[in-house]
């Protein structure tokens, strides 16, 4: 894999081609007219992506908690997409970009409650969480403890609602700040995406 300028280099091919996501997941349908926007396949440099729907199964994966495809349910969860980066880089080795469309601004609000309320159960145990900085980034950002590995990178985890949509976003690698997963998830939420599903 070839070496990534650096953080600011990724930011920038962030910031030109978040809004300019191809359909790597194939032909799909529109949901209501509403865009599910992720990181575009070209937003990671060098680290292969892979794109796929979310069911809410899927989500209830998340956590073990009982019930909880029932809850994702009863909050009117309609369908989401996520494309995952994974791969050797000298800056983020793990992407999770996650867009998640709820039939109202309501059920989008309960379900970033939830994952606030129930963090344990969904990044494991010790997590720090804190409202994001941005004020025009309403959710959380999660910091689970480093794994006690040689060389463990950072991982964070930030989550908004945007009135029906949840944008999701996980970063981990040697270049995961707070700062740049704040940059990142305010990209996402103000991109003009040209992906629907």
Known sequence: MSRLAGPGALLAVLLVTAGCASAASGPGRTLS???MP????????GVP????????????????LPGLAAKITSWGYLSGRQRTFQGESHHLTLVVSRALMFRNPAGARHYVSFVREHQTAFFG????ARRLADRALSGWLFTPPLCACH???????GILDSRTRVIWLEINGPAATSAL?????GVVRNSDPATRI
């Open 151 to 157: 060389m463990a990178n950072p991982a964070l985890i």
């Open 125 to 128: 145990g010790f997590v720090q």
């Open 181 to 185: 997963l704040e940059r990142l998830l």
């Open 38 to 45: 992720v990181l575009a396949t070209s937003a990671v440099p």
């Open 33 to 35: 007219g509403a865009a």
């Open 49 to 64: 992506a892979v794109t796929t729907r979310l069911t809410v199964a899927d989500l209830a994966r998340d956590a073990s």
